[in-house]
T-cell receptor, first 119, second 115 residues
């Protein structure tokens, strides 16, 4: 069974500083990995994904994520945080064996990390 | 705006009742997914439909059922409601899930409160 761990319930960072939100995963086969952001009373917004290729993936709003197969991690990063980045961030994994003959496209989400960026 | 619409936004009902949540996917998307978000269970996958057929099932209770119609909209039916069913229910859609464009786009959610 696939699983995702986000070890930090909350991350605090000062505006302008770099931020990292951690994620580790467990899945059979090659993983499809995703980051989503949720603002209060809103749905989840897709930030970026890793399927294959370069280990550093660039996404929306200046976010990027680094895939590390040996450490089974997919940490979300941003070089310079903004107060407007404050939100709840979710890492998710899809089993790469999904598809027509596999388990569909279901995502397994982590518990979420609350990011707080302060002035 | 993701392009996924959900109605209603809020729903307040009593235990034992039945409700229907509605979702319209992004234009052209064939797959629809339902997720439940609650404080104690987090964000959990319920069920997926692809072009009208059920494709994957998660932690969906027997009291819950879903379907996808020929026009690709989907409905999630929740019956014999219990207090613990109070949660935010999300619908998501994606264009293809075999490769490439596998990311799911989420609607704004329906907040269900069972009293």
């Amino acid at each position: 069974a696939q699983s995702v761990a986000q070890p930090e319930d909350q991350v605090n960072v000062a505006e302008g500083n770099p931020l990292t939100v951690k994620c580790t995963y467990s899945v059979s086969g090659n993983p499809y990995l995703f980051w989503y952001v949720q603002y209060p009373n809103r749905g989840l917004q897709f930030l970026l994904k890793y399927i294959t290729g370069d280990n550093l993936v660039k996404g929306s709003y200046g976010f990027e994520a680094e895939f590390n197969k040996s450490q089974t991690s997919f940490h979300l990063k941003k070089p310079s945080a903004l107060v407007s980045d404050s939100a709840l961030y979710f890492c998710a994994v899809r089993d790469g064996q999904g598809g027509l003959t596999g388990g569909g496209n279901k995502l397994t989400f982590g518990t979420g990390t609350q990011l707080k960026v302060e002035l | 705006d993701s392009g996924v619409t959900q109605t209603p936004k809020h729903l307040i009902t009593a235990t034992g009742q039945r409700v229907t949540l509605r979702c319209s996917p992004r234009s052209g998307d064939l797959s629809v997914y339902w997720y439940q978000q609650s404080l104690d269970q987090g964000l959990q996958f319920l069920i997926q439909y692809y072009n009208g057929e059920e494709r994957a099932k998660g932690n969906i209770l027997e009291r819950f059922s879903a379907q996808q119609f020929p026009d690709l909209h989907s409905e999630l039916n929740l019956s014999s409601l219990e207090l613990g069913d109070s949660a935010l229910y999300f619908c998501a859609s994606s264009s293809t899930w075999t490769s490439g464009k596998v990311e799911q786009f989420f609607g704004p959610g329906t907040r269900l409160t069972v009293l």
